[in-house]
């Protein structure tokens, strides 16, 4: 199944409007932006959600999720496509936002350990603090890449589960 191929009767590549105008008009809805993800599309009924994006930080991260994953603090990566490299897309699991419980608790950790400490965590709360370090790492090798785990919406927490998942870490 490609659900990321371009419109059939485009002969060249499309731009990044005009995939998200066909995959709107077949019934995906935008559900929310980001830094990976310049377009979040939705379907109801659907396990998963499409991001799409210009290529740079995107395709970083589909490169971190491909080296690291499958893990339990990474989106499961179903698919993803790059047409001449001009824009990219990706078919990931469905999330949710945290609560505004967990967010405080989160917030409190970051900040309080994990920063404090200069990226070593001395508790790990949330199961996530090895992959928070890998990201990490990674954004310190990659020039011009960033971490911005603070930012609650970058961290999600799977359905069912009270687990943490970093969504959108780099920008």
């Not at 589909?62 to 080296?67: H, Q, S, T, V």
């Amino acid at each position: 199944m490609h659900i990321l191929s371009p419109p059939p009767a485009l002969k060249t590549t499309p731009k990044l409007y005009e995939v998200v105008d066909h995959l709107i008009k077949r019934g995906w809805r935008p559900i929310g932006s980001g830094q990976t993800g310049t377009y979040v599309l939705g379907r109801p009924g659907r396990r998963g959600i499409l991001k799409l994006g210009t290529f740079g930080v995107m395709n970083n991260f589909i490169a971190f999720l491909r080296a690291n994953g499958p893990n339990v603090a990474l989106p499961a990566l179903f698919g993803a496509t790059s047409p001449d490299h001009l824009w990219i897309g990706f078919y990931c699991e469905r999330l949710q936002p945290m609560t505004h419980t967990q967010v405080a608790a989160w917030e409190e950790w970051i900040v309080g350990d994990w920063q404090a400490n200069r990226g070593v965590a001395v508790t790990d709360p949330f199961g996530v603090a090895e992959m928070l370090g890998r990201l990490h790492k990674t954004a310190i090798a990659t020039p011009g890449l960033g971490l911005d785990v603070c930012n609650p919406d970058n961290v999600m927490v799977r359905p069912g589960t009270c687990q943490l998942v970093f969504s959108d870490p780099f920008v």
